[in-house]
């Protein structure tokens, strides 16, 4: 960077400068700050440099005996060529010789690879002994999770970019890979309903899936479940379709119907085998949703762009998703103090790492198993030129959205146009997919005003628009730099809507920071007050919420006077309707769940009826 501005001699250079950083920093962010740490493994140039001299042993060769779907691995190692840039990666399945690869036609490949498959996590041998270049001997610990194969470990000198491959570890494996794991709740399409999915290694012809629940100390009852999966050719692009292919398994989802308002019910994901016998999960509970306009307390967690990491360092020298594990370590800390979640958009970052989607289910299924985990998408999830994105960049690796609608389940309509209402109890939100065109006149922007048009206000007060991108007000640098503080187009097509039907606010990711913006129509703040609103609703709330656990992102230097509060930390956002009168919003930081900055709402019915600048119903002069 220094020598970056050191070549801006004069202020027509420093113009110039301050252009190309724009560009820069519009391109970092479309890879996430930063580029994913499987991506910087040229694995398709390994050589084969197999060492009599050198070895590498992993133990216990079965993990899970008791159950368990995630187990820590001893890998030893030996080399009597030790080198700085050494690493170790971790496959699976554990064959992941050229045998595996696929037809190499359309590919683009130059050569067949000897290793056509990127590894689902690595370390650096010298990670947990700085003398392995001197004494070639190393032990590392690795956090391995249930994905349905077997794994093995390998040995590779010449570093990332010019990998070859030294030593092979014997093979270890799950004692039932197969096994159902990583339940993820959400919201049916009715507001009586719960769907579970999960994934497994079990296709229909092997095993039916169904879950097993019902009300806590109660009658069990048995719902059947669908089951989806995917393939490379699904995929649009590479790494996706090359070497950051895996198979994902069978993603399955069950409905769970007629549930009784707040009941707690309690459930077990099941599969029947072709020979009578059964294969069971844990047993995991939850928290029916309330009535819609039910009177009770209800609370809400919404946040963008956390990402995974991983828990025995793998991976994360370049410091990937700095605070993600800081966000699901909190967000489980206070797990009874919540009832559903929202991530809006930006989930594991995989980038085309099919394998990032496991891990990432596992890092969160404490709270995906407890509390409806509602998604939206994000460009990370979505974008891929010429597949119907809005935007014409690679940011999903080629994935073009397909792992995101497949593993998880929302009340879509079209789950490939990842827009939805949802119901839950004194809230009505309205989710916005802002990878897809939302202007006037598209069939998005219908959708958005249908949902926003037809809640009721006198039983669901608290109306909620979100969406990926900041569609409304943010201040942080790019966009500054572009002089919109927005998503170019965003305001200007929705802002009317939001007017029309007195959205109370709008939540936002893909910047990485908390920002609060002022209740606000066409540029102006509608109401002087920092911390409490009470009365008419004269404009919208816009908050930044995508400080979830990605590169953080800075402020413009000068502040918009709409901009009410701007942290650059991780954290999250808390909404708490206590009643149909009162609402409460938190900013919490992941580091120690304490409250850094919060409004409320308070008014009546009537207030939600008044007329409004550019929000009035028409009136007749008869009497």
């Known amino acids: 960077m220094e020598g970056f501005f050191g070549n801006c001699f004069n202020m027509i250079l420093l113009m110039l400068c301050f252009t190309n950083l724009s560009i820069a920093f519009a391109h970092s962010h479309m ?8 991506a910087k493994i040229a694995i398709h140039k390994t050589v084969l440099a197999l060492h009599s001299s050198a070895s590498i042993i992993a133990v216990p060769f079965v993990l899970g005996t008791k159950g368990e ?114 339940p993820r709740l959400a919201l049916g399409k009715s507001w009586d309903e719960m769907t579970v999915t999960w994934t497994s290694g079990y296709d229909i012809n092997e095993a039916v899936p169904f879950v097993e629940w019902g009300p806590k100390g109660g ?24 070497v950051g292919w895996r198979d994902p398994g069978f993603i399955h989802t069950s409905f769970l119907k ?43 967690i919404i946040f963008g762009d956390m990402g995974k990491a991983e828990r025995d360092g793998s991976n994360e020298y370049a410091d990937y998703q700095p605070g993600s594990l800081n966000t699901t370590d909190q967000l489980v800390k206070d797990l009874e103090n919540y009832d559903i979640v929202f991530h809006i958009g930006d989930m594991p970052y995989a980038n085309g790492y099919i394998s990032q989607w496991d891990q990432f289910t596992a890092q969160v299924q404490e709270i995906s ?27 999903s690796g080629g994935e073009c959205g397909v792992p995101a609608e497949t593993m998880y389940y929302f ?7 990842f827009w939805y209402k949802a119901d839950y109890g004194l809230f009505r939100f309205c989710i916005a997919d802002s990878e897809h065109d939302w202007r ?50 965003g305001r200007e097509s929705l802002q009317k809507l939001w007017q029309k039907y007195k959205v109370d606010i709008g939540f936002y990711g893909h910047v990485h920071n908390y920002e609060r913006v002022c209740p606000i ?88 009826l008044a007329c409004v600048h550019d929000g009035c119903e028409k009136t007749t002069l008869a009497t």
Not at 31 to 38: S, T, Y
Not at 369 to 394: C, K, L, Q
Not at 569 to 578: I, R
């Open 369 to 395: 198993s407890t509390v409806p985990y509602m998604i939206a998408s994000g460009n990370h999830e979505r974008d891929w030129p010429n597949t119907g994105s809005f935007y014409d960049t690679p940011d």
């Open 31 to 38: 890879n996430g700050f930063g580029e994913q740490p499987l």
């Open 219 to 242: 009658k069990k009852t048995r719902s059947h479940a669908g089951t989806l999966t995917f393939n490379r050719n699904s995929m649009c692009g590479e790494p996706a379709r090359t």
């Open 521 to 608: 129509y066409q540029n102006q703040c509608v109401n002087e007050e920092k911390h409490h609103y009470s009365g008419t609703v004269n404009g919208t709330i816009h908050v930044v919420v995508g400080g979830g656990g990605s590169h953080l992102s800075d402020f413009t230097p000068s502040p918009p006077i709409w901009s009410l509060y701007r942290d650059v930390d991780y954290g999250f956002g808390k909404l708490t309707a206590f009643n149909h009168s009162y609402l409460l919003f938190e900013y919490k930081k992941s580091s120690d769940g304490e409250v850094y900055d919060s409004f409320t709402i308070s008014r009546d019915y009537r207030d939600v």
């Open 69 to 182: 779907d995630t187990q820590w691995v001893t890998v030893e190692l030996e080399s009597p060529i030790p080198s700085v840039d050494d690493w170790v990666g971790v496959f699976s399945p554990a064959n992941f010789n050229s045998a595996t690869c696929p037809d190499t036609d359309g590919i683009g490949w130059v050569e067949e690879p000897y290793i056509c498959t990127a590894p689902i996590k690595y370390k650096y041998a010298n990670y947990s002994n700085r003398n392995y270049a001197k004494t070639g001997k190393a032990i590392l610990k690795f956090q391995l999770i249930n994905q349905r194969a077997d794994f093995s470990f390998a040995l590779f000198s010449g570093g990332l970019s010019d990998p070859r491959l030294v030593a092979i570890s014997n093979s270890i494996s799950f004692a039932n890979p197969k096994a159902p794991v990583y």
């Open 258 to 300: 007629e549930l009784w308002p707040n009941f707690r019910y309690t459930y077990k994901l099941g599969h029947m085998l072709s020979n009578g016998s059964y294969v069971w999960s844990k047993k995991y509970s939850f928290k029916a949703s309330p009535y819609p306009g039910q009177n009770s307390l209800q609370r809400v």
């Open 440 to 489: 006037e006149g598209s069939e998005q922007y219908k959708f958005i005003e249908h949902c926003l048009a037809t809640v009721d206000r006198k039983h669901q007060p608290w109306l909620i628009f979100s969406a990926h991108r900041p569609l409304g007000y943010s201040s942080n640098l790019w966009y500054g730099m572009e002089g919109s503080f927005e998503e170019p187009m």
């Open 411 to 417: 009340p879509a309509e079209n789950r490939a146009k």
